[in-house]
Structure formats: structure tokens, C-alpha cells
């Protein structure tokens, strides 16, 4: 396909682009295959280029002859294009609508994409499995690297090495994913080198209403516990939701088969619920005719500070069972690509000092977010504007970077990096040069052959 197949009328002279906090400027509007781009003749004003794929929805309006775009992105800017001509306004419209929405890996920016400056590093091969280990393998040798998942023949969404018990050998592994969702079975997350302890996450058991157990499931992850100690496992989903679950085939650990775990069911959001939410502190932030005590009242409505303080709370509790108790701790919900990586990811925050370095904080991204199988592609397909949503689309992503940002501000002086490192996270999850959050997991982006174009991390 051509993407001058998709663009009706490529220039348009004298248009005028508004935006807030600037003022507005005239000039030439120019369509190319992945950018929309408004150059202006005046002195001392920047052109506008703008990722197609930014573009979470468009209203038109029309007075007289004057046609007006409002474009709303995904990094929550609004944009205003009046332009003169009806059918130039409605043809560049289409156009837009048309190169908004290409859902085909190959035809996005980031294969096109040629960098004015010199990459110093292949951030694909920044943060490999066997480099993290390396980071362990001094302070233990329980652990081992497995390459069970060589060619994703176990599970699509691991990458094909991954840190496990050393007294779990492959086969045994190839048995614990038939009785996981998605073949996620249980791996390390985080080695707490203070005692020894361990996160690991994974997919719900497929115990189902029958009380399916699988031995070798049950010995995997009783390898991470100490003689005489229990452990924790904690189930993002309230009680009432995994007991659901195994009605579908999923389910939760059952007692009688994992004596030395306590399990703790807690209430993270998923999907629509949160997407929903932004949606709504996103329509409150844009409202400039309220007081504040009617934003206020809608900020509570949107309920963005209740998923943030869930996420946070079952964080910190992971945290203190790992460090205060003393306990190795299993987190999952259902598939394990969500809420189980907020809660796994931040609680690394909280205990890892490396993790709150520029370096350890992007090797944890790669390592708990884009290796892990965070669903990007479908979670980040739209953002708060757009009419036409989809069950599978959800701000996991930036829920996580804002709980950051809550821990950020609570201890600066914690950090070496600041809020501008986490709002450049967000814009390039949604829209990008790089291809670093194209696809749903590592299989699909070994397949897309994305280790040919640039990586936000090089």
C-alpha cells in the first residue's frame, strides 16, 4: 500500500493552527505518510510535527466557507487547524482518519524512521536476561537460566530465556505452563540480596472448578521458600472475581495444595474500569468552567486516585512481606500482563535502589514491562479522546508511571531521574520514532523483525 493512496490533498497554504498557551500561528499545512506538519514564514515560531498515529480523534466544523479540525491526541494535547475551503478541510480530515488508524506494525513510523544523530548503543541488546542474572548469580546459585521458551514454543508472551529454581528442570517447566494462563508459568521477578528472598510473577492456575492441581507447579514455587518459613501469594483480583474465574477454567491456588502459602486477594481495576476513569479525569482537567469544589468533586468521581492508592498499597505490601518478613511472594491476577507487573514493578521501586536510577529504571521497564508481555499495542491503541472504544484497551501502563511520579514526589532525593523521564515513557508507549513499544509481547516483535530500527533505550 501507498500512503499516497491515503492522502487526498497533501498542501494546504494559509491555515491557522491554535493552541493553548500559544499564540496562533499561520502558515502552510503539509500531509506526509506518518506526519502532519504546519510550517509557518513568521520569525521565532517552531513547526508543528505531528505522528499521525498521536491522533486519538478528530471533530470537524464548518462556518461558511471556513472549516475548522480539532484534533485530540493521545498525549491529551488538543489542536486546532482552521482551514480554508470545505472540501480541503473535509479531505484532510479523511486523510487523517485514514493514517490515524493503519494497524500494521510494518507501515508505523518506526520503520521509516532515520535518525539525524548517532546511536551509541543497540538498546535491543541493553537489558538481556543473561545480564540480569549475572546481578544474582553472585549473591546465590538456586537459580538457573532456562531457554525452555527458545522460538516462544512455550509461551508467546516470555521471552525465550528466563531465570527459574534450579530444581526445576525444562520438562518440568513445559509441565507447570499447561497448568498456567497463557503458559505463564511462575518466574523470578526480583532477588532481594538482604535475605535471600524473591518475587516471582505469573499467569492464574487453570485449576477450574474440578480442583485441577499440578504437582510440578506446586514444587516450583515451594523451591523459593526457607525451612520452616511460608510464603505469600498475592492475587490482584478480589476473591469474588478469582472464584469466577474458575467457572472460565482459571481459578486460584487452593489451600490444601499449597499448605505453605497464605494467599491474599486484593482489588485492582482492570480494562473498560480504567479506561473509564481517564476518560473521566481527562473530560474534569479539560473543564475550565468549575470551581474547586466542583473539580475536586470530579477528580473523586473519576476514582484515578483509588486505582493509584490500590496499586500502591498491594505494592507496599509485597514490599514489607518480602523485606520485613522475610517471605518469597508469587503475584499474579489473571493473564499476569497488568496488575501483576504494576504491583511487581513498583515494589522493586520501593526496595531496589538500582531501580531508581536512570539506567536500572529503563532496564526495569525492559525487563518487568516489554519482556514481561505487557499487551502494548492493544492497551496503548487509544487514549482518552477517542469514541470508538475497545475491550482490550486500558492506561495500565500510565497508571504505573503516575504511581512512580506519587512515590517521586513523596522522595526526590530518592531518584535520579525526574517527572520529564516519565511523561517521554508515556508519549512513546502511545506514538514514536523508536520501536520499542510496538507489539504485544516478544514474540510478535522477534517476528516484526524490530531489531532493524531504533529502540527508545539505545
Request: aromatic content about 10%; overall charge negative.
Amino acid at each position: 500500500m501507498e500512503f499516497a493512496e491515503l492522502i487526498k490533498t497533501p498542501r494546504v497554504d494559509n491555515v491557522v493552527l491554535h493552541r493553548p498557551f500559544y499564540p496562533a500561528v499561520e502558515g502552510t499545512l503539509c500531509l506526509t505518510g506518518h506526519h502532519l506538519i504546519l510550517s509557518s514564514r513568521q520569525d521565532n515560531t517552531e513547526e508543528l510535527w505531528l505522528l499521525h498515529s498521536n491522533i486519538d480523534a478528530i471533530d470537524k466544523r464548518f462556518v461558511g466557507p471556513l472549516g475548522t479540525i480539532i484534533i485530540k491526541c493521545k498525549d491529551f494535547r488538543i489542536i486546532q487547524l482552521d482551514i480554508p475551503g470545505m472540501e480541503e478541510c473535509l479531505n484532510i480530515a479523511s486523510s487523517i482518519e485514514a493514517l490515524s488508524t493503519l494497524d500494521s506494525i510494518t507501515l508505523m513510523y518506526p520503520f521509516f524512521y532515520r535518525p539525524m544523530f548517532e546511536v551509541i548503543e543497540d538498546g535491543w541488546h541493553s537489558f538481556l536476561p543473561e545480564q540480569e542474572f549475572e546481578l544474582y548469580s553472585s549473591a546465590t546459585s538456586e537459580w538457573r537460566l532456562s531457554y525452555v521458551n527458545k522460538e516462544f514454543a512455550v509461551c508467546p508472551s516470555y521471552p525465550p530465556i528466563v531465570i527459574v529454581p534450579k530444581a526445576m528442570d525444562d520438562e518440568a517447566l513445559r509441565k507447570v505452563a499447561t497448568f498456567r494462563h497463557g503458559g505463564r508459568f511462575p518466574v523470578l521477578s526480583y532477588y532481594h540480596k538482604k535475605n535471600g528472598m524473591v518475587i516471582m510473577r505469573s499467569g492464574q492456575p487453570l485449576t477450574g472448578t474440578n480442583g485441577r492441581r499440578c504437582k510440578e507447579d506446586e514444587k516450583l514455587i515451594n523451591a523459593t521458600l526457607r525451612a520452616g518459613k511460608r510464603g505469600y501469594i498475592i492475587d490482584t483480583r478480589p476473591l469474588n472475581v478469582a472464584q469466577q474465574a474458575r467457572a472460565k477454567g482459571g481459578g486460584f491456588e487452593q489451600e490444601a495444595h499449597y499448605p505453605q502459602w497464605r494467599r491474599i486477594h486484593k482489588s485492582i481495576e482492570r480494562y473498560h474500569i480504567l479506561q473509564e476513569s481517564l476518560i473521566k479525569l481527562v473530560e474534569a482537567c479539560n473543564d475550565q468552567t468549575h470551581n474547586m469544589d466542583r473539580w475536586l468533586s470530579r477528580l473523586e468521581a473519576s476514582n484515578w486516585l483509588t486505582h493509584i492508592k490500590e496499586i500502591l498499597t498491594t505494592a507496599c505490601l509485597a514490599a514489607q512481606c518480602l523485606d520485613r518478613e522475610g517471605a518469597s511472594i508469587l503475584i499474579h491476577g489473571t493473564e499476569g500482563t497488568d496488575s501483576t507487573l504494576q504491583v511487581t514493578s513498583l515494589a522493586q521501586i520501593i526496595l531496589e535502589p538500582r531501580s531508581r536510577t536512570i539506567r536500572g529504571f529503563e532496564a526495569l521497564i525492559e525487563r518487568e514491562w516489554l519482556q514481561a508481555g505487557h499487551p502494548f499495542q492493544q492497551r496503548c491503541a487509544q487514549s482518552a479522546y477517542c469514541n470508538s472504544k475497545q475491550k482490550w484497551e486500558s492506561p495500565v501502563f500510565l497508571l504505573f508511571l503516575d504511581c512512580v511520579w506519587q512515590i517521586l514526589r513523596q522522595f526526590p532525593c530518592s531518584f535520579e531521574f525526574n517527572e520529564n523521564l516519565l511523561i517521554m515513557l508515556f508519549e512513546h508507549a502511545y506514538a514514536s520514532q523508536f520501536g520499542t513499544f510496538l507489539g504485544n509481547n516478544e514474540s510478535e516483535r522477534y517476528f516484526s523483525a524490530l531489531e532493524q530500527i531504533l529502540q527508545v533505550f539505545g
